[in-house]
């Protein structure tokens, strides 16, 4: 048999195994899911009373195998439900230079057990801003940015877009 025959061969061979490696890298990288649990203070500078206008926000994330679920939750100071907005849809995109996903959200439910009135600013922003979104294109778009982590210390600092909210994360499980 030829030199170069036998050569072609070997390099079929190694292409076909670096092709496999590669593809299941990519399966077991983005099979992984990003679970993130997150919390913020929310305070409308606007109102007059000592503790009106004060709120905690909680924000679970999971992104697994291109879906994402995302569920704000708010509660008043004493610790009762203020409310929640729970949103699904998938990962359009991520920008690993900037730890971004991008998240065309499909389903929206909103907390119908609470007045609208009653409920936080910022909950009736994003309420309002992803109802405009839905009845212009029928979907909400939004981000999730790592502004910065630690993932030795299991935490990261979040932005979420277009809600402008920046929450310090639990890292429950990551591929950041």
């Given at each position: 048999m030829a030199k170069w025959l036998k050569w072609t061969i070997n390099l079929t061979i190694l292409s076909a195994l670096i092709v496999a490696c590669g593809v299941i890298y990519l399966q077991s990288v983005?099979?992984?899911?990003?679970?993130?649990?997150?919390?913020?203070?929310?305070?409308?500078?606007?109102?007059?009373?000592?503790?009106?206008?004060?709120?905690?926000?909680?924000?679970?994330?999971?992104i697994s195998a291109g879906n994402a679920q995302i569920n704000y939750r708010y509660f008043n100071l004493d610790g009762s439900s203020a409310g929640a907005i729970l949103m699904q849809?998938?990962?359009?995109?991520?920008?690993?230079?900037?730890?971004?996903?991008?998240?065309?959200?499909?389903?929206?439910?909103?907390?119908?057990?609470?007045?609208?009135?009653?409920?936080?600013?910022?909950?009736?922003?994003?309420?309002y801003i992803s109802s405009l979104h839905f009845s212009e294109s029928g979907r909400h778009n939004l981000s999730i940015e790592v502004l910065d982590s630690d993932t030795n210390q299991d935490y990261a600092v979040v932005l979420f877009q277009p809600s402008n909210t920046v929450c310090g994360c639990r890292i429950v499980n990551s591929r950041i």
């Open positions: 983005s099979n992984k899911a990003v679970i993130l649990n997150c919390s913020s203070e929310l305070f409308d500078r606007h109102t007059q009373q000592v503790n009106e206008g004060k709120f905690y926000l909680l924000v679970d994330v999971l849809g998938e990962v359009k995109s991520m920008e690993l230079n900037r730890m971004t996903y991008n998240v065309s959200v499909k389903t929206k439910t909103e907390s119908e057990d609470i007045d609208k009135k009653s409920w936080p600013e910022h909950m009736k922003y994003l309420s």
